[in-house]
C-alpha cells in the first residue's frame, strides 16, 4: 500500500470512530429529552459506525501495514429539535458519503484496485445510511410540532436492533 493510501484509510477509520461518537452525543440529546426510541435507534447507529470503523482498520492490517490512531475532535451537543438533530446527522452521512468518493479516487490515483474494490462495500453502505436518516427525517417533517405524533413515532424508532451489516 503506498503511504497516502495509508494515510488515506487511517484517516477514514478517525472519521468513522468521529461519527459514531457524534451519533452518541445524539443518543445522549435523545435520552435528555425524554425520546427514548429515537435515543435507541440512534445507540444502534452508534454500533454501525463502529463497525464501518474496524472493517477498515482490519483492512489495514490483513494488508499487512500498521494502523496509527489518532485524537477524536468534541462531537456538538446541542440541538433546537429532535429535527434539528437528524438534519444535522443527514448532512454528516452526505460529507462521509464525500469522503468515501475521495477515498476511492485515490485508490485509483495509487492504482490500488485492491483498496478500491474494498471501498465499493461503503459505497452501497453510504447509499443505505442516506436513505436511513432520510426516512427518518421525512417522518419527523410529517409530525411537525405535534407531540403525540413524536411520542408515536417515538415508539416505533425503539424497534430498530444492531445487525452486522452484510459483508
Ligand atoms: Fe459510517
Ligand atoms: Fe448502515
Redesign the pocket.
Known sequence: MTPKMKKALSNQVNAELYASYLYLSMCAWFESKGLPGFASWMRVQVQ?EMFHAIKIFDYIHDRKEEVSLEALAKPESSWDSAQAVIESAVKHEQKVTEMINDLINCALDERDHAANQFLQWYVA?QV??EA?FGAVYDRLHLVGNDSAGLFALDLGMSKRGFLP?AV
Open positions: 454501525e453502505e443505505e445510511e436511513s451489516p
